[in-house]
């Protein structure tokens, strides 16, 4: 049986999809008629593929692996390389981090500190490997950023696997290159924040589902679940919204039953309930009063914070545990507004292409979303088990959903979560390009080719162009060459074009077709990526590109490095520190007298400060554990001032430190009333640039 692509676009059930053809198979066109569609081979039999195809790889063409090695041995010096520059990265999780190699009980539950005063505003499953990590070897920025990047290789080499599993090798190294040439990509995997192990979670479960749905098998399908879970705990409700394309993808495609598909279905969610569950149970049931208290929280609730700040707030903008008036997280207009301008731009259907995101991720955005609706036409009269919709369906849902309510969304969003959106444009173009290119003889196929190369070339000359100062002439060179892979493949790659050449330049110039387009669709993302890793980033909104580039996030270079100050601190401002936004609102925070007064104390808490920033910055520089009184942002009812002063009578907390996000008379729940209180009880002094209260008798 053979799969065909005929000018009916599928009455003989075909398209360009289908099973991958073997690595020899070309385009067969019917001599004369030049657009009769190409007979791809059917795979061989279970049977005949041997003990083989048992392995990892399976049987396959001698150039298979080297290339899939190649793709994985470039991937990883481009994560790795110069590192160290980057130092803390987001200092607010490096502090987690730190506390987690000194403290069990800070690493299972996130805290902020090893004294295990107050969480980071995050679940902690993106902080146990790092941590775990620096246990073993030390903590230092590589301990915790290497972890990162080699979790980015491994989302390359699984959405590999992944892709080609479903239209053969070729694809799979153009969904894994394109991945790891994604400017957020080599920003996150690069970086200390959730999202490196949150996208590596989704990849892993898209690939446990594309294996459920080849032979309706539920316990790959509950793995994913599992995996799903694992998810959760590193974002919370943002790895959920893979799901409905995941579970889409498998009620349709899944070769069994409806009925057994449903069934496999709750296997999935009980997968998710029992990795995800059993840790909100954890928390839930475990006493207060041995456990840090939940920061972005005002009961201190899991539940609360994954429902509210981290949750619905973020999508409908309403304050969800940040305090009226202004949300320091980003919804600078308070509960309901769309204040959120600054960080990701006017919600609304372009935000993806807009200027906070366009260059992170928008590059292949363009020709995936056509080659999706291509995709989806080529095959709509396949057999309801294809895998190549089956795997349009699931990433496209991906896609879709988790784009459309990054674009919508009124509350807290920055430029960086568009890495989730990485893996998924990755694959569509891997699969939407290498099934048209194997239907190239068939008319159809090689206008939507031609039509998605030359998009890509000019969207990529439109990003490129928004820093009209960097690399000016590329835009030109990108346009140029999408020009000529249009031009080729709408004409040379005509029957009768390629009939005109010689026998033996045929293979030449099919492979100068190729190379054209990866060029006029790859080159802007790449020299864009190659930009990024070319420079250190720090703070907790970096962004891609060149220094010079006043993209993403709102706030030019200083929001994007970090280096001359706090760059984008939520609060709409640019501040004066030293660390980027996480390292601390101010440089007095690393001040040599300061740091030398908190190494000093012998109390559990060398400090308490008004905000997590700042906190985090003190216990870098100094080793020691410091409370972040009112959490990220100053915000959260802990420590109320009851709790503050059994803890100063316990002589529990060395000092406290004047200023900090939310300030002398910010915050609400008490906090404001503690530093009243010590400003009525205590005698301020100067060290450094900071104004300390020593605390005790």
């Known amino acids: 049986m053979t799969a065909t692509i005929s000018p009916t676009a599928g009455a003989q059930g075909g398209s360009p999809a289908g099973r991958p053809p073997a690595a020899e198979e070309q385009p067969h066109p019917v001599p004369g008629d030049g657009g009769t569609a190409p007979h791809l081979p059917a795979s061989p039999a279970p049977?005949?593929?041997?003990?083989?195809?048992?392995?990892?790889?399976?049987?396959?063409?001698?150039?298979?692996?080297?290339?899939?090695?190649?793709?994985?041995?470039?991937?990883?010096?481009?994560?790795?390389?110069?590192?160290?520059?980057t130092g803390y990265a987001n200092s607010f999780y490096a502090a987690a981090i730190q506390a987690g190699t000194k403290d069990w009980t800070a690493l299972l539950f996130g805290s902020l500190d090893a004294g295990n005063a107050i969480t980071v505003d995050k679940p902690p499953a993106a902080l146990w490997i790092p941590a775990l990590a620096g246990r073993i070897f030390?903590?230092?920025?590589?301990?915790?950023?290497?972890?990162?990047?080699?979790?980015?290789?491994?989302?390359?080499?699984?959405?590999?696997?992944?892709?080609?599993?479903?239209?053969?090798?070729?694809?799979?190294?153009?969904?894994?290159?394109?991945?790891?040439?994604?400017?957020?990509?080599?920003?996150?995997?690069?970086?200390?924040?959730?999202?490196?192990?949150?996208?590596?979670?989704?990849?892993?479960?898209?690939?446990?589902?594309?294996?459920?749905?080849?032979?309706?098998?539920?316990?790959?399908?509950?793995?994913?679940?599992?995996?799903?879970?694992?998810?959760?705990?590193?974002?919370?409700?943002?790895?959920?919204?893979?799901?409905?394309?995941?579970?889409?993808?498998?009620?349709?495609?899944a070769p069994t039953t409806?009925?057994?598909?449903?069934?496999?279905?709750?296997?999935?969610?009980?997968?998710?309930?029992?990795?995800?569950?059993?840790?909100?149970?954890?928390?839930?049931?475990?006493?207060?009063?041995?456990?840090?208290?939940?920061?972005?929280?005002?009961?201190?609730?899991?539940?609360?914070?994954?429902?509210?700040?981290?949750?619905?707030?973020?999508?409908?903008?309403?304050?969800?545990?940040?305090?009226?008036?202004?949300?320091?997280?980003?919804?600078?207009?308070?509960p309901g507004g769309n204040g959120n301008v600054g960080f990701g731009g006017a919600p609304g259907i372009t935000r993806m292409f807009g200027t906070s995101f366009g260059g992170e991720v928008s590059w292949l955005l363009p020709a995936a979303l056509i080659l999706l609706a291509a995709g989806l036409w080529f095959t709509r009269r396949e057999a309801r088990t294809s895998k190549t919709r089956a795997a349009l369906l699931l990433w496209g849902g991906w896609l879709v959903i988790t784009a459309g309510i990054f674009s919508f969304m009124s509350g807290t969003v920055h430029p960086y979560y568009a890495v989730a959106l990485a893996p998924a444009i990755a694959a569509l173009a891997g699969i939407g390009s290498l099934e048209l290119w194997r239907g190239r003889a068939y008319w159809p196929a090689r206008v939507v080719l031609a039509v998605t190369v030359l998009a890509t070339s000019v969207w990529s000359a439109v990003l490129l162009g928004r820093d009209p100062s960097w690399l000016p002439g590329l835009r030109v060179i990108v346009v140029v060459l999408g020009v000529l892979a249009a031009a080729a493949l709408l004409l040379l790659l005509r029957a009768d074009g390629m009939a005109a050449l010689p026998a033996r330049f045929r293979k030449a110039a099919t492979a100068g077709v190729v190379i054209l387009c990866l060029l006029a669709g790859g080159l802007g993302s790449t020299a864009w990526t190659l930009a990024t890793v070319a420079q250190p980033h720090s703070g907790s909104i970096p962004t891609s590109g060149p220094t010079t580039s006043a993209m993403g996030g709102g706030f030019g270079a200083a929001g994007r490095t970090g280096t001359d100050g706090t760059g984008t601190d939520g609060t709409g401002t640019d501040g004066v520190g030293s660390a980027g936004m996480g390292g601390g609102p101010g440089g007095e925070t690393s001040s040599a007298e300061l740091t030398a007064l908190l190494k000093s104390s012998g109390a559990k808490w060398s400090a308490i400060v008004s905000g997590a920033t700042q906190a985090a910055s003190l216990e870098l520089a100094t080793g020691t554990s410091v409370i972040a009184l009112g959490g990220w942002n100053g915000g959260d009812p802990y420590p109320t001032l009851a709790q503050f002063q059994a803890m100063v009578d316990g002589g529990e907390i060395g000092y406290f430190i004047s200023g900090g996000m939310g300030g002398m008379g910010g915050g609400r729940g008490g906090n404001s009333e503690v530093a009243t209180w010590v400003a009525a009880n205590y005698q301020a002094q100067t060290v450094g640039n900071a104004t300390v209260y020593k605390l005790g008798a």
């Not at 593929?49 to 793709?71: C, E, H, I, K, N």
């Not at 491994?154 to 394109?178: D, F, M, N």
């Open 47 to 85: 049977a005949a593929q041997g003990r083989r195809d048992r392995l990892l790889f399976g049987p396959q063409p001698r150039w298979v692996r080297p290339s899939a090695a190649l793709l994985l041995v470039v991937t990883a010096p481009l994560y790795l390389w110069n590192l160290e520059a």
């Open 138 to 253: 030390g903590f230092s920025a590589l301990s915790m950023l290497i972890p990162q990047a080699i979790m980015g290789v491994a989302a390359v080499g699984l959405l590999y696997l992944t892709i080609k599993r479903v239209s053969g090798p070729a694809a799979g190294l153009l969904a894994g290159g394109a991945l790891a040439l994604t400017p957020v990509a080599a920003l996150m995997f690069r970086f200390n924040n959730p999202d490196a192990m949150l996208t590596l979670c989704l990849v892993l479960a898209a690939y446990l589902t594309t294996r459920a749905i080849e032979k309706a098998g539920w316990k790959w399908l509950a793995a994913a679940g599992a995996v799903i879970g694992l998810a959760f705990l590193s974002k919370m409700l943002q790895g959920f919204l893979i799901v409905p394309g995941l579970a889409l993808a498998y009620l349709w495609a």
């Open 258 to 334: 409806l009925g057994r598909r449903l069934l496999h279905l709750l296997a999935a969610a009980a997968g998710i309930a029992v990795v995800a569950g059993s840790y909100v149970v954890l928390f839930q049931l475990t006493p207060a009063s041995v456990r840090p208290y939940m920061a972005g929280s005002e009961t201190n609730s899991f539940l609360e914070l994954t429902f509210g700040y981290n949750g619905l707030g973020r999508i409908t903008g309403s304050g969800g545990g940040m305090p009226a008036g202004g949300n320091l997280g980003g919804n600078a207009g308070g």
